[in-house]
């Protein structure tokens, strides 16, 4: 058996080695404003119930390893003590992901990961309207478990107000544990899905992508793509040239067809079996050609 001091190795094996011993993990996506209203939309794993009287959550955002530097979420919650704790589905696994890049300070990711801004009723963060099940919450403590980088701040949360999408439940009226299709993290790219098993999600890109809300109407209000297939498409960082597009058609019999034949739903389907695949590249260049 390998035995570690954890003393004697760095934060980031340390870190490694918690996460990928320690799952599956809920998800914690979480909706706060900042001291100006601005919306923020981040998701946390560091994540779970603790009290159900009172109603007791707490998650972490916990400083960044690499440097030292905090999340908004973190601000948010200490500034204005007010959050709203999504619970994430299968559905929405990408568009979560893709919200999880590290964007400027100010930029909404609801917007960019293309989710629908719910107004509570007892805070003032919104909820995310995709989500199958929104906890709006009084932060009650912000507890910092250190000062160096890894070092968790745990965000105590009474929930003041449930809400729970009523093709999750049961015919008690309670959630259909089927129903509710959760994901959960687990180390390096990984998350199981509940009855389903292990999938991976790759990491947002390290450089920014563009995001849902820069996918063109036509695509993006598609009768077959999901929203998390609207997710990987929003997580590229420049879109195809007239000339790759062209190229790419000119190379591929099956590609020029469709976009000849000028059906949406098979070319649609196609940059779906692309995007499952992992070769967005491609299905924006066969959703381009026929925009085009």
């Keep these: 058996m390998l ?3 954890p003393n004697e190795i760095s934060t980031g094996k340390r870190h490694q080695y918690l996460l990928g011993a320690i799952g599956p993990r809920p998800i914690a996506f979480a ?5 100006n209203g601005k919306p923020n939309l981040s998701p946390f794993s560091f994540f779970n119930v603790f009290s159900a009287n009172p109603p007791i959550l707490i998650f972490s955002p916990a400083r960044r390893g690499r440097d030292n530097t905090v999340k908004h979420t973190y601000l948010n919650a200490k500034a204005t003590k007010e959050v709203v704790i999504n619970i994430v589905d299968y559905k929405i ?3 979560m992901s893709l919200s999880s890049t590290e ?3 100010g930029v909404n990711e609801f917007e960019k990961a293309g989710f629908t801004m719910l107004k509570s009723d007892m805070v003032k963060p919104f909820r995310v309207a995709e989500s199958p099940a929104q906890f709006e919450c009084k932060i009650l403590e912000v507890k910092e478990l250190g000062e160096e980088g890894g070092a968790g701040n745990l965000v105590i949360c009474e929930v003041v107000k449930m809400h729970f999408d009523e093709a999750i439940l ?3 009226g309670f959630i259909d544990q089927h129903k509710i299709d959760q994901v959960a993290r687990m ?3 990984w998350y199981t899905r509940a009855n389903m098993g292990l999938f991976e999600v790759p990491k947002p890109l390290s450089s920014l992508g563009i995001g849902v809300d820069q996918i063109p109407q036509e695509i993006r209000n598609s009768k077959f793509l999901t929203g998390n297939d609207l997710g990987k498409l929003g997580n590229v960082e420049v879109l195809p040239s007239a000339e790759e597009i062209n190229a790419f058609i000119n190379e591929d019999s099956n590609a020029s067809s469709l976009v000849k034949s000028g059906d949406l739903k098979k070319i649609h389907m196609q940059a779906q079996e692309y995007l499952e695949k992992e070769d967005p590249a491609k299905a924006w260049k066969i959703l381009l ?4």
């Design 3 to 5: 035995s570690i001091d």
């Design 31 to 35: 909706s706060t404003l900042d001291e």
């Design 93 to 95: 696994v990408q568009q």
């Design 103 to 105: 964007y400027p300070e």
């Design 170 to 172: 049961d015919a008690e």
């Design 187 to 189: 180390g390096g790219n």
């Design 289 to 292: 050609a026929k925009s085009n």
